[in-house]
């Protein structure tokens, strides 16, 4: 209801407001700050306005951790693939925020979050088409060492895992040759 108010309140900024404030309350406690970047993934402008860069700790923290998928990195046949359309949204979300804030988001994302790039790496794979957003991730946290060895990590285990796909020709590529 929140979040509806904020699509529909632009007459009446003392209740836009008072509304953001009550979403900033909410987001106080780690589900419910978590609740409210899954709701607003897809409205990124009022995720922005709201959190701006903060909301990348969040977004990053929605997505699936390498040791849930069953076939790592691929996301085909594992139980995070009925999740996909959220992972997407996420991946959008992210995207967009690292487009607008740059250094601010790739500091939220060294700081505030584990592993960023592991998470990150996986959508390189064509078939879910956010190689784009993947990569205007992943090079804004390019200058944190850290995550440059998470994801040097990452491609010395899984770079060269056959991951099958119909965008391209073969149907067979790896995050390696994707780089």
Do not use: W
């Not at 009550?22 to 609740?35: D, I, T």
């Not at 699936?64 to 139980?79: F, H, M, Q, T, V």
């Not at 790739?106 to 990569?135: C, G, H, R, Y």
């Not at 991951?163 to 149907?171: D, H, I, K, S």
């Amino acid at each position: 209801m929140i979040i509806t108010g904020l699509q529909n309140q632009q007459e009446y900024p003392d209740l836009r407001k008072n509304l953001i404030v009550a979403l900033n309350n909410v987001s106080e406690l780690p589900e419910g700050f978590l609740k409210i970047c899954h709701e607003l993934s897809d409205k990124v402008a009022i995720l922005d306005e709201i959190y701006g860069p903060r909301s990348v700790k969040a977004l990053h923290q929605l997505l699936p951790k390498l040791n849930l998928y069953e076939n790592p990195p691929e996301i085909r046949g594992s139980d995070i693939e009925l999740n996909l359309k959220d992972y997407s949204k996420y991946m959008k979300a992210l995207a967009m925020i690292f487009e607008k804030y740059k250094e601010e988001a790739a500091q939220v994302a060294m700081d505030e979050t584990i592993n960023f790039s592991e998470k990150i790496a996986p959508f390189i794979n064509p078939d879910l088409m956010l190689q784009k957003e993947a990569f205007t991730c992943l090079n804004e946290t390019r200058i944190d060492r850290y995550n440059c060895h998470i994801l040097h990590k990452f491609l010395v285990q899984y770079g060269d895992v056959h991951l099958e796909t119909a965008q391209v020709a073969g149907g067979v590529t790896t995050i390696q040759s994707e780089l």
